[in-house]
């Protein structure tokens, strides 16, 4: 996997612009660039895990935070009754960046595939 720092690392470092919608110590929160849906998120870790699949117990805290952060950036934008939560973890499953994030959509129906939406 690269050492380069990934285009979250520079967007976190201030080297790409981004629009914020949440920071603390631990994660951000961005709008997606090319949003798949009208409310699309990234919660993404400080920590640079690039893959889901690369995670250690070491990670469980900020993993647990990721989660809770879902929750609470959907409350935030008025979605927390019906969202859905992504991370591609793998070229062939789509994971283009190599800095682990988690997808936060909503607004959308999901129809297609096995995961269809229930809303
Ligand atoms: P994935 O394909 O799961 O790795 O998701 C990567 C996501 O990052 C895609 O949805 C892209 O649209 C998004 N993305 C890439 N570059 C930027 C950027 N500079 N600002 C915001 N989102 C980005």
């Known amino acids: ?14 080297d790409i612009p981004s629009e914020m919608v949440h920071e603390d110590d631990h994660a951000i929160v961005i709008q997606d660039i090319n949003p798949q849906a009208p409310i699309h998120l990234l919660i993404i870790p400080r920590i640079k895990i690039p893959r889901l699949a690369d995670a250690e117990v070491q990670h469980q805290a900020v993993l647990g935070h990721l989660m809770l952060l879902a ?49």
């Not at 929750?71 to 499953?93: P, S, T, Y």
């Open 71 to 119: 929750g609470q950036m959907a409350e935030k934008m008025g979605c927390a009754d019906a969202f859905r939560i992504v991370i591609n973890n793998g070229v062939e499953a789509g994971q283009t960046v190599f800095h682990l994030h988690l997808h936060l959509l909503a607004q959308k129906r999901f129809d297609e595939g096995a995961l269809a939406s229930p809303f």
């Open 1 to 14: 996997m690269s050492s380069e720092p990934s285009i979250f690392e520079r967007i976190m470092a201030g």
